[in-house]
């Protein structure tokens, strides 16, 4: 059976380069769009997505809670599974590419979680509706006519987990019928245990690179911590230092070495390379995610077509160009390199 592999990193730490290296093999589908570029496969891990949905319906089970967490979850997936729009920017368009109706398929999971619909009549309907919809509410709620239909659900965790993994074996079946999916940030790094268990045949790689040439990438371009490259306060890299130390240390990434394949509790498999190996160290780098991802020299069909080591050299020690070397010392003692 084809594999399920899940591209994830910390953030500008090396993940693309990856991405690109396993596009030039053979027999592999990557999630994109019409014009080829990438798409996050965010479900999981999104508010309102896979994680949240198990928490109030596993983990930290409460009955008022249930059905207001698989209302919410219903409205994000029916947002970010639709066609790309003005107002919809971040829409997957998830029938496009994966050539099925979606919504179809997420509504037989949602079938799935719930045991049965009851009528409730409580202060979670009415605590979370804006003005206007709580005095619609009132008004209805006093008639024999409003009747709030609500879903019921008790689930032990292996029910939750077979099936989230039913509903992506229908999601992805006319793809895995001939390829290998390739999909992006599927596994967030800081919880591999939990997501690991919403696919099955899956294959984690991660990515990750010297923090402090992250610094530099996320710096010019201006992203989580900054509005602008210019006057970065001492305060703001101790920041992005606390950060970067909370995402390598938090979950199960951590305990995972570094160039070994990795077998997790729910038998999916895990590869953690660093990005300066992968460009400095491309031979012995390629033959451990060939293993991990089950193909060959001969299906590496397209060399260097858009991943080039040679090219990629030029990523690596960016931080000793960096304009405010006092900056650069004060990173490297708080990260402790």
């Known amino acids: 059976m084809n594999n399920i592999i899940s591209i994830s990193g910390f953030g500008w730490s090396g993940s693309t380069a990856a991405r690109d290296l396993i596009k030039e093999y053979s027999n592999i589908s990557h999630f994109s769009d019409k014009n080829n570029s990438f798409k996050e496969y965010s479900l999981s891990y999104d508010p309102y997505g896979f994680i949240d949905l198990y928490s109030k319906l596993v983990q930290n089970w409460n009955f008022l809670n249930v059905d207001k967490a698989i209302k919410d979850h219903v409205t994000y997936f029916n947002s970010i599974s639709s066609k790309k729009s003005f107002i919809n920017y971040h829409g997957l368009h998830l029938d496009d590419f994966f050539n099925v109706n979606s919504k179809i398929i997420h509504n037989e999971l949602i079938q799935d979680l719930t045991s049965f619909n009851y009528s409730l009549s409580s202060r979670v309907n009415y605590l979370y509706n804006n003005s206007f919809q709580k005095i619609i509410y009132k008004i209805l709620s006093r008639t024999n006519f409003y009747e709030n239909s609500s879903r019921f659900s008790n689930l032990s965790e292996d029910d939750f987990f077979n099936y989230l993994k039913k509903f992506h074996k229908q999601l992805f079946r006319n793809i895995l019928e001939n390829d290998s999916l390739l999909l992006e940030k599927a596994i967030p790094v800081n919880n591999l245990e939990l997501t ?25 371009r201006k992203t989580i911590f900054w509005g602008s490259t210019n006057n970065i306060t001492d305060q703001q890299i101790i920041n992005y230092a606390n950060w970067k130390k909370t995402m390598s240390s938090k979950g199960l990434v951590s305990g995972i070495p570094f160039n070994n394949l990795t077998k997790l509790k ?17 031979e012995n780098s390629k033959i451990l995610i060939e293993k991990l991802i089950d193909k060959s020299d001969s299906e590496h069909i397209h060399k260097n077509k858009f991943f080039n080591p040679n090219k990629s050299k030029n990523n690596i020690g960016l931080w000793k160009k960096y304009s405010d070397q006092r900056q650069m010392s004060l990173l490297t003692s708080e990260l402790g390199l």
């Not at 990750?208 to 010019?220: A, G, I, L």
């Not at 729910?266 to 491309?282: A, C, G, P, Q, R």
């Open 196 to 220: 690991s268990n919403f696919f099955d045949n899956l294959k984690i790689l991660i990515v990750d690179r010297d923090p402090r040439d992250t610094f530099v990438e996320m710096s010019n």
């Open 266 to 282: 729910s038998n999916s498999i895990v590869l953690k390379i660093k990005f300066e190996d992968l460009v400095n160290d491309y």
